[in-house]
């Protein structure tokens, strides 16, 4: 294994307790908009289908990428939107 | 790849962004502006993403961002919000489905490329590969199990955890066989067939109502498949991110378990609702009498209490009546009764599911509480109404150590003056056990659908 996996993997364990910390405060209440919004974050490997599509020439990496950047912006968009939708619903007396 | 330092500077801001955002989902005065954050740190990394010296294929990606934004769109607006466990169902697989791609696009690049693979790539590839087309396929059955696609009962077969795990054995050995010798195309397609058929096997098993343990379950997958897919691409932000959603996942799915007082490994390897059914407790049934009440009875018992208590279950949103339990509220309030309702976590399909259908028909937020909340005040309450629920209130999980659901948290509906349970027969619920809070001298069943039950307590109300 060399330093970069490693480096790339206390990234992954850091931002894991961070998420742990940050979501134990989410009430009950707003769990499914948790989900929808998790959905829509989860969406960020849209960043990830651009760069494998990104080359010029068109081979079957493009066009894997290409369906992976579909897949991705599904999430992104109908994520977040559908999560402002059930967020706008919830009103105070 | 490379990437310039204004680019990894706006990634963390994306990243803070999406953390922030989080953060404001501790309230739901301040969750639709954390919403909106998160959202802007994710056009953000689009942006610098489209700024990066190797993505030069902007048409492609381009038409797959408008293709793929307008089918989100479409469905976020047309999404019933009944339906938003299918929906959610559906976008963990496409989160899985993107990150597999991802992990196969990579795969055949390194493929063409003269230095070939090293240890690395090939490694996070693999393990990528596995976790997206577990998360895709996984997906598509919990799909289509909620949807009625799929037979929603446990689809059950001799030895099959052992057969899941034969399996589960050959996908490590492929992958292991694939990191030190990745130049096997067939070999990689086939560990792909063989993840994807993983995933089926492993939901196929698992009853409707287990279903909010899956959902969450494959949620978090879903997350660490997209963080997966970062160790690929040696992408920080997609680590950051995925693992934000993972962690996510893996606490609903806790907070699940513990709700449905069942362990993570029964719900996956114990195929419920088959087991269950089967053993249900029968016996004295026929001896024991229910009392029967009428809309007339309801609505004075309840025009004339000071504290009312509402539990609602899945049984409610069957029957589509949140707006007519919404409208009853208004009337007793203005009567100066004080109408609370008191939520289980498994109330609905998913986690929080049956809050977002009560603030759809228009029931503020801070009259839902959860059973932490509310439970102490039961004592205090004329009259629990239980709607379309039944094992979150049944007190045998307090004291009967042999039932199936004994342990599990229940909503002490039956410490309250009086109980109205609206039901439309005594049958069980998921459990397949009975419940003795109907027999008690204090209760009084009103046998009907829902909506109706409503419909005939609002009109006699209007008449007092």
Redesign the interface.
Known sequence: MNQDLVFLLYIFVLAMFAGYEVITKVPPILHTPLMSGANAISGVSLIGAMVVTGPQQTDLSVILGMIAVIMATVNVVGGFMVTDRMLAMFRKD | ?DVPIYSLVLYLVAAVL??I???R?????T??TG??M??TG?LI??VI??L?S????YT??L???A???I???V???A?R?TA?PQ??GI??G??G???L??A???F??YY?LDGGFDV?NAA?IMVTVLIGAVTFSGSMIAFGKLQGFVESKPITYPFQNIFNLVIFLAILAAIIYLIVAPESIPLFIGLIVVALVLGVLLVIPIGAADMPVV??LL?SY??L???A????????????????????????TR?MCRAMNRSLTNVIFGAFGAAAASSAVGGDEGERVVRETSGEEVATLLGYSKRVIIVPGYGLAVAQAQHQVAELADMLEARGVDVKYA?H?VA?R????M??LL??A?I?????Y?LDEINNEFERADVAVIVGANDVVNPVARNVQDSPIYGMPILNADKAQSVIVIKRSLSPGFAGIDNPLFYMDKTMMFFRDAKQAFLEIIDEVKHM
């Open positions: 790849m999406f953390i955002g989080l953060m989902l501790s309230s739901p005065a969750a639709r919403n909106i998160a959202a994710m990394a689009v993403t489209l990066l190797e993505v030069l294929n492609m990606i038409v797959g961002i293709i793929g934004g089918i989100g769109g469905a976020a607006r999404v919000m938003m929906m959610v976008y963990n496409l989160g489905g993107a990150s791609l991802i196969a696009a990579e055949f690049r063409n690395q996070t959902i969450s949620n879903s997350g498949a997209a963080a897919a970062g160790f690929v691409l040696g992408n920080m932000f997609l680590i950051i991110s995925g693992a934000l959603v993972g962690a996510s996942g893996f606490i609903l907070i939520i976590p609905g998913m986690p929080g599911h809050n977002v603030a759809e228009n503020p937020y801070d009259k839902l959860d």
